[in-house]
């Protein structure tokens, strides 16, 4: 089935884990289970999209009925700055998780985990400007959502807390999201290293990178929708 | 594969620590379904018992009791059956309709998310889908016995929550009264749901991936049993509409945590917004709950009937309309609030359900014309299926009708319908699944005599407890009323002593399993004569569900053109080719 | 919400059904049997669109579960008889079992949505009338400013009476202070939801009386049966059954009078003025008058006594405890999150629209119902100007008209 | 389980052959399975647009237009982002139709969610606090309906209120709230 050797091997040489790869017994071969995979991991992303799309659906009801209100909260609390940064920052570790995959694709080990690597630390950096630059900030000031904003004697719109809270909720559950993705990646750089990843079995590398796509994707919305407009 | 995996699933192993941990650790499809018929069983005893207590308090409008007061002086106050002054939570005393509410909640969640909607397609399904397609496994067995365990832990909530208090908040927690409550606890049950939904997302995300890609050689789309067409129905209302549940209660819990806003009108947020959200995955669990009931009702109809269904097609699409349809019609939960175009975009909307249905139904009981319909257990549930699933549906349109909906709105007539539609529909069609296949998943005959005894008090209670509620309701009786007016009680009256009998009927049926497991004969490989493929295996099934990989030559209702007509169809197919290839010594 | 269409469905079906509506046999068996009584103009409208379903319903209901029964037993399994074959489909009769039941749903939709839109647009020249629930009551504000203080008893509850006039319309601003009410008339066939912090609107015309006014020209009295009843129809909590209240429907003169005498308390002494507002404005739900504890503090004996408070709850942190007096009362009233009594919950709303005797009234109430400040209480109701001016009006003396303590 | 294989299998060299020295444009053809393996070049350049299109967005956000429009701009760019993230990195153009339609599935109940809730939430009324519309102190008078006090404001107005009387501090900074630096 396999149509990847190389010229170096010998007959006798032990097979890489992904060279050796056995799909479950229920499975017809491993291509069918491969695609059962990605199906499954597509569904998911389904679950995800629809899981932030009350976020989404909560902003929508609040950005309807005040605009002037949010569009004054959006540019007032948050720093566009930041968040573009972040959104550079995710959208090359998207990247890099496309080229981890085709480096497994050419079974290039070194380039799955140097591409990996890569995507962790632009993961550890959006996390860190998140906590650093503007949740904490926003904790010492009581820009908290609902009853816990801190009234300090602005003029501001009726529905600021409000704005805070779907801002809180949904990029918190961002932030979650992309700490499942820092755990994922290493766990896939973990088996990249092992040699799990190979032209002939890489499905969870695929998935992951999935995942992270999606995640980026989340981030492609809440960017413009909370920070510009 | 030989060997090990030619023996039951359900052999015990060498020793008893292997056994249990063949179970606890099992990823064999249907080792889990057992082990969640198991969960939801229980799960129906507690909100069946929660059930009784709530028709036991409306036995009497109310009732006046003599209360001692501090100072020594007697007064006589209006309070529930289950009146016990002196309970005291948190230094105060527990008024007494916090009992009653608190049991028709619990009877609500745990019905809802602990049986109904696991029921049919974690359970049966679970057990069946697979065998069905011809298939070893589903997709992800580590996924399933996942989603059992997380339906495990969300149990544990639940029950946590009814321990360290109760939930008084109605199974819909609509807000503002579910965010500001005192009582009991309710964020406990709220998260019990949120976790319950993932195990829901997971079942459905295995069987969609199932179908798709691990149907027997030879099996096309239309090859498939009718049930699987209606578990994979359900299963993508699973996937697009549960997540929605999930952020819903997640931002509940943030309301009652954090105190959010977003639902909370004191803090200048949307109460209707939340039921949108609810509703969203609510009115959808609906069709989650319905359809594999369609399914069941399908299989029995053709194997009982021993007839090919008529208009498979029209059953099979139906489904997928329902599903596609479900996502449509949510706000007419809402018509007491909603705006005027919105309430008639929904009333138009929510029509469309009742096409794919009314298809349904007309086509099961053309399949009754020139059949040869064998009356056992099985077969009486699919026909009480049928007369109370149509008097649910057909109650359906006078609440999708403006008009009349004003009037009926939250009232018993609405409690009637769903009723109907849930237990007349689900609940008869769960039990007929289960004594289908019971000989197929427990190797054990059943007492046919006292099965058809139990089917038929069941069916009479059901009607007699719920039918006069479409009288209370038109004549105006409100929902969750722990009190109510004197001209109502002969109806409530009636009502109870249903539920009484309906509790008779079940309790025979518990004895009639249990005499099966303990002491039924054994079950022949294929008891009704069906045609797909579960009966081609043996009864109980093999550990990999077939000694060989089934190839599929036929379609799982074609009798008139398989069997020959002086076959019964209780010997086909003849003899098991797997059998044969097997005594030649031809493993794959 | 009276915007072009709107009002040229509402025209449509005014001329139409309604007027059919009106001529049809508003009391027959047949509704008393579903619905008991139609209390309001347009009740039998959506009755006859219920009756329409019925029919269709049980057109395809009875024959069908009579085909079910006799293929049943008529193809019931025999040994050695075979299935008959039969055609696996049939595309004409598919496609007719589809259709025909498409077309009357489309009947079904567009008759309950002109009904609808009928019983949704007030007419221009209704009365206005406010209705504030709460947990656990109506307050209903007449166009005078009055909430009416009669009361009486409903299943063994003591729950207000509200009265509307036959033959004309109102219309109901609906509101809520708390949580989700649903304001329910089954005999007139309203209902509608009531949103904290928002209004929804409903309108009515009562039908005939039920009521008329007793001898005293205070008290309504039934003429016949029970009357009509309000409930409330989303679960609100606690005591979401026992929110109902009687309905009287009057005549137009009669109701006239009804709302006069509800708006004069001068006639009524502080102690029974404060006895009837514990009660219409709900103070009775979580305040009980014997000692019986409650969801707040039982008003028995309290006056003069030392109230601990929870420091937690309270928004005035800095007092720990005060004593009941007059200056207590009227904070706990205005304000109820200042001081939170030990062991109960911030549940109480404030009451800002109490009129300068009424909150008198309420303090006089709570002392009357001390042992130590009872003779004071009665003593102030009996020699308080308003009261003894009413009383001198009516040619009687303070305690002709005080209720026997 | 059942079939984990007690020793390694060995390498079959008749299977077939593979250069190691192959070139980037060569990839695809030696891949396993009916893989496709996306080119650097096409997605080094997506993830140049994607960079653009970011820009883009910040760029919109800070012209002159109408809240609407700032919306309607924010939305359409991201979706074109999106849609390029789903088209090539997540490798959707080349995938089976199956996972598109996956895709397109949930963004149906998706849009139905959004679309219905708002067709009735935006078609009601302002939201009508029961509280009188109390301007905090020594503030502007509200510019338009929408900004009216709600509840939380008129606690946390009491509140200030209170500390100030107590002469207790009232805030952690007057000037501003948000994360941006002077």
């Known amino acids: 089935m396999s149509s990847i050797t190389t010229k170096d091997l010998t007959a006798d040489r032990d097979l890489l884990p992904w060279e050796a790869y056995v799909p479950g017994h229920h499975w017809r071969n491993a291509e069918d289970e491969a695609e059962g995979a990605k199906l499954g991991m597509w569904l998911f992303l389904s679950t995800e999209v629809l899981l932030f799309m009350g976020f989404f659906t909560a902003y929508a009801a609040f950005r309807m009925k005040f605009p002037g209100n949010w569009y004054e909260a959006a540019h007032y609390y948050l720093d566009w700055q930041i968040g573009a940064i972040n959104t550079c920052v995710l959208l090359l570790s998207s990247w890099t998780v496309v080229m981890a995959v085709r480096a497994a694709q050419l079974a290039k080990r070194r380039q799955i985990l140097v591409y990996l690597a890569i995507t962790n630390l632009c993961a550890l950096f959006f996390l860190a400007t998140k906590l650093i630059l503007e949740y904490w900030p926003k904790i010492q000031k009581g820009k908290l959502p609902g009853a816990n904003f801190a009234y300090t004697g602005e003029v501001q719109g009726a529905h600021d807390h409000i704005f805070l809270s779907v801002y809180w909720i949904s990029t918190a559950t961002h932030g979650f999201h992309v700490l499942v993705g820092v755990f994922l990646i290493s766990w896939c750089m973990i088996k990249a290293a092992k040699n799990h990843y190979g032209p002939k079995h890489y499905t969870s590398l695929e998935n992951v990178a999935l995942y992270w796509h999606l995640v980026d994707v989340i981030w492609i919305f809440l960017f413009p929708l909370l920070y510009l407009a | 594969m030989s060997g090990h995996h030619d023996v039951s699933y359900l052999a015990p192993k060498d020793t008893l620590w292997k056994t249990i941990w063949s179970w606890v650790y099992t990823v064999d499809h249907k080792k889990i379904g057992v082990m969640y018929l198991s969960a939801i069983l229980l799960a129906f005893f507690l909100g069946g018992v929660a059930a009784m207590a709530v028709r036991l308090e409306l036995w009497a409008p109310t009732q006046t009791v003599l209360e001692r007061a501090n100072d020594g002086t007697v007064t006589p106050v209006t309070r529930g059956v289950f009146l016990d002054p002196g309970i005291k939570e948190n230094g105060k005393e527990v008024p007494p309709n916090v009992w009653y509410n608190r049991a028709f909640t619990l009877h609500g969640a745990i019905m809802v998310f602990l049986f109904i909607i696991p029921s049919i397609p974690a359970a049966l399904g679970n057990i069946f889908l697979p065998i069905m397609l011809g298939a070893k496994d589903v997709a992800f067995p ?99 509409a549960t997540p929605v549940l999930g952020i819903t209660l997640l931002m509940l819990v943030f309301e009652r945590l ?331 | ?261 509800q708006q004069d308390t001068s006639g009524i002494d502080l102690v029974s003025l404060g006895e009837s507002l514990h009660k219409i404005q709900g103070c009775a739900t979580c305040h009980s008058v014997d000692g019986s504890k409650g969801t707040g503090p039982s008003w028995k004996n309290i006056w003069g006594q030392t109230h601990k408070f929870d420091l937690g709850k309270s928004s005035d942190k800095a007092a720990a405890s005060r004593v009941v007096d007059e200056n207590y009362i009227r904070d706990s009233v205005l304000t109820p999150g200042l001081n939170v009594v030990e062991g109960y919950p911030n549940q109480m709303p404030a009451y800002p629209n109490l009129k300068p005797r009424e909150m008198i009234a309420i303090i006089t109430y709570i002392q009357y119902l001390s042992d130590a400040g009872r003779s004071e209480a009665l003593n102030k109701a009996k020699t308080e100007k308003t009261f003894t001016d009413a009383a001198a009006k009516q040619g009687k003396k303070p305690e002709d008209l005080m209720k026997p303590r | 389980m059942a079939h984990a294989h007690d020793h390694k299998p060995k390498l079959d060299l008749d299977d077939g052959r593979f250069d190691p020295h192959e070139t980037l444009a060569s990839d695809e053809a030696h891949a396993g399975h009916h893989v496709h393996v996306a080119s650097f070049g096409l997605m080094f350049w997506v993830f140049a647009i994607l960079l653009v299109l970011t820009a883009l967005t910040v760029w919109t956000s800070r012209l002159p237009m109408s809240h609407t429009a700032h919306l309607v701009m924010a939305i359409v760019i991201a979706t074109v982002k999106a849609l390029l993230v789903a088209a090539f990195f997540m490798h959707l153009w080349w995938d089976k139709a199956l996972n598109t339609i996956v895709v397109s599935a949930t963004l149906f109940a998706a849009v139905l969610f959004v679309g219905l809730t708002l067709l009735d939430v935006n078609s009601r009324a302002l939201v009508t606090p029961m509280e009188k519309p109390e301007r905090i102190a020594g503030g502007v008078q509200p510019t338009n309906a929408e900004l009216t006090t709600s509840g939380a404001f008129e606690l946390s107005r009491r509140a200030a209120e209170e500390k100030k009387a107590k002469g207790l501090p009232i805030d952690h900074d007057t000037g501003h709230g948000g994360d941006k630096p002077h």
């Open chain 2, 258 to 588: 954090f105190k959010i806003g977003i639902f909370d009108p004191a803090l200048g947020g949307d109460a209707v917004l939340f039921q949108h959200f609810f509703w969203f995955y609510s009115h959808p669990a609906v069709y989650i709950m319905i359809l594999p009931g369609f399914g069941i009702a399908s299989e029995l109809i053709a194997v009982h009937c021993r007839k090919r269904l008529f208009g498979y097609k029209a059953i099979a699409f139906s489904s997928i309309a329902i599903a596609a349809i479900s996502f449509l019609v949510w706000g007419h939960h809402m018509f007491l609030s909603e705006t005027a175009a919105a309430n008639i975009v929904f009333s138009g909307l929510t029509f469309l359900v009742a096409i794919p249905t009314a298809i349904k139904v007309f086509n099961w009981l053309a399949t009754f014309y020139k059949a040869s319909i064998s009356w056992n257990t099985p077969m009486l549930y699919a026909a009480f299926f049928i007369f109370c699933f149509t008097i649910g549906g057909l109650t359906g349109p006078p609440l999708a009708t403006l008009a009349t909906d004003i009037h009926l709105h939250d009232t018993y007539f609405v409690v009637a319908h769903f009723h109907y539609v849930m237990m007349g529909g689900t609940v008869l069609a769960f039990m007929g699944g289960l004594h289908h296949w019971w000989p197929k998943f427990t190797g054990r005959m059943y007492n046919e005599f006292w099965a058809r005894v139990a089917s038929v008090i069941v069916f009479i209670a059901f009607n007699i407890t719920f039918f006069v509620q479409f009288f209370l309701g038109t004549q105006g009786m409100p929902r969750r009323y722990a009190t109510y007016d004197e001209h109502f009680q002969l109806l409530h009256q009636i009502s109870t002593a249903g539920a009484l009998l309906l509790l008779v009927g079940f309790l025979i049926h518990a004895a009639v399993f249990a005499q099966s497991l303990v002491a039924g004969a054994k079950a022949p490989k294929n008891p009704w004569g069906g045609l797909s493929l579960e009966w081609e295996t043996e009864s109980p099934p093999v550990e990999h569900n077939f000694h060989r990989e089934p190839v599929v030559t036929h379609g799982p209702y074609d009798y008139d053109t398989v069997v020959p007509a002086h076959v019964d169809p209780r010997d086909y197919p003849l003899p098991d080719p797997a059998e044969v290839r097997r005594v030649h010594g031809d493993h794959h």
């Open chain 2, 142 to 240: 580590r996924l399933n016995l996942f989603s059992w365990y997380v339906y495990v832990f969300g149990g544990l909530f639940a029950i946590y929550s009814i321990l360290a208090g109760g939930v008084e908040t109605g199974w819909t927690f609509y807000t503002p009264y579910s965010t500001t409550t005192e009582w009991g606890a309710t964020t406990a049950m709220v998260l019990a749901a949120f976790i319950l939904g993932f195990s829901s997302i997971f079942t459905g995300m295995n069987f969609i991936v199932t179908v798709h890609k691990l149907r027997a050689p030879g099996m096309g789309w239309f090859d498939m049993p009718l049930f699987v067409w209606a578990v994979y129905a359900t299963a993508i209302i699973q996937v697009l």
């Open chain 3, 1 to 261: 919400m009276t915007s072009g269409w709107l009002s040229i469905l509402d025209n449509v079906a005014a001329q139409g059904l309604y007027a059919l509506a009106q001529t049809a046999e508003p009391e027959g068996w047949w509704t008393r049997l579903w619905f008991r009584h139609s209390g309001s103009t347009f009740a039998r409208s959506s009755d006859q669109v219920y009756d329409f379903i019925f029919w269709v319903s049980a057109a395809f209901f009875v024959p069908m579960m009579v085909l079910m029964v006799y293929w049943g037993i008529k193809y019931r399994r025999r040994a050695g008889v075979p299935a008959q074959p039969s055609p696996s489909h049939n595309t004409p009769l598919e496609i007719a079992w589809s259709v025909v039941p498409t077309l009357l749903m489309l009947v079904m939709f567009i008759w309950g949505f002109q009904v609808y839109i009928h019983k949704f647009v007030p007419p221009v020249d209704a009365e206005t009338v406010y209705v504030t629930a709460k947990k656990w009551d109506w307050e209903v504000t007449y166009p005078n400013g009055v909430t009416p203080r009669e009361r009486t008893k409903l299943t063994n509850m003591d729950r207000p009476v509200y009265a509307f006039p036959a033959g004309k319309p109102i219309k109901l601003v609906l509101t809520s202070t708390d949580v989700i009410h649903s304001f329910y008339i089954p005999d007139f066939r309203i209902k509608r939801d009531c949103l904290p912090n928002r209004y929804t609107t409903l309108w009515f015309e009562a039908k005939a009386p039920t009521h008329t006014l007793d001898d005293d020209g205070k008290t309504v009295k039934a003429i016949d049966g029970t009357g009509y009843f309000l409930w409330c129809a989303e679960y609100c909590g606690d005591f979401h059954s026992q929110m109902g209240a009687k309905i009287a429907v009057l005549s137009q003169a009669d109701y006239a009078k009804w709302l006069e005498t």
